[in-house]
């Protein structure tokens, strides 16, 4: 075991859940490191850059970013539906450019979610202690008709989350799927309504996912 304060790494941090999970964790004094694929909406902090949507190519850099990083807390949150940011409901061919999409998605929901925890999953066996958090969705419980690609991706965060943490749960390292219901996405910021209605159940549920995190990474 070791003394030092650990970092905690976000990926998709610059803005909904994944920022307020940043804000939050720094609040109660912890380092945290953001990883989104922005630079200008990074720039005021700590960050990596690297755009999701893409494969295996961006794993290697941001591996290297990481060197002498000790990542105590892991938040698996960037993920994305149909038409990136905003949600459209609609059958699994129906996009304009459907290869694309498929992959895109894939790539942004599942392939993050499993390499970063390839990447980071490592130091915290040596340490044995860690917590990742992996955020996942309702929609992932059960099939979601016209929300296909997003359900299913979510459904594979879920299985993968019971089933790493089975299997590391005795080195010491917490993995847990957040089964996310709708909370405050920013395609719907704009409107005051869903501000104060979301906004106070989405601080009320972070604070209690983040009890283990906040007793376990110090
Ligand atoms: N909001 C909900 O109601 C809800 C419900 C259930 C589950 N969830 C899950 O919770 C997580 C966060 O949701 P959210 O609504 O907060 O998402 P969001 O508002 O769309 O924000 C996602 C964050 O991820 C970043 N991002 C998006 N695509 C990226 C990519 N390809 N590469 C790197 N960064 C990228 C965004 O950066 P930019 O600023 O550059 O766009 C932003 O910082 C997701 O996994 C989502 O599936 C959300």
Redo the contacts with the bound molecule.
């Keep these: 075991m070791c003394d030092r304060p650990l970092s905690i790494m976000v990926?998709?941090?610059?803005?909904?859940?994944?920022?307020?999970y940043a804000h939050e964790l720094a609040r109660r004094g912890l380092n945290v490191v953001l990883?989104?694929?922005?630079l200008s909406?990074l720039e005021e902090e700590a960050r990596e850059i690297?755009?999701?949507?893409?494969g295996l190519e961006i794993y290697d850099d941001i591996e290297a970013g990481l060197q002498g990083l000790e990542i105590g807390v892991l938040v698996?949150?960037?993920?994305?539906?149909y038409g990136?940011?905003g949600v459209n409901f609609q059958k699994v061919l129906d996009s304009e450019n459907v290869g694309q999409n498929i992959l895109?998605i894939i790539?942004?929901?599942l392939m993050?979610v499993t390499q970063m925890t390839r990447l980071i999953l490592p130091q915290m066996v040596n340490r044995g202690r860690g917590v990742i958090i992996n955020?996942?969705?309702?929609?992932g419980y059960r099939s979601f008709p016209f929300h296909t690609l997003?359900s299913a991706t979510?459904a594979f965060?879920q299985c993968f989350s019971e089933s790493v943490s089975a299997e590391y749960s005795a080195q010491g390292v917490t993995i847990q799927s957040?089964?996310?219901?709708?909370?405050?996405?920013?395609?719907l910021?704009h409107s005051r309504w869903a501000v104060r209605f979301?906004a106070k159940q989405?601080e009320a549920r972070l604070s209690s996912s983040l009890r283990p995190v906040t007793s376990k990474s110090k």
């Design positions: 990926t998709g941090a610059t803005g909904g859940i994944g920022k307020a990883l989104s694929r922005s909406k690297a755009d999701f949507t893409k698996n949150n960037v993920g994305m539906a990136g940011g895109d790539n942004c929901n993050s955020m996942s969705s309702v929609a997003y979510k965060v957040c089964l996310l219901r709708f909370l405050l996405p920013k395609w910021s979301l989405r």
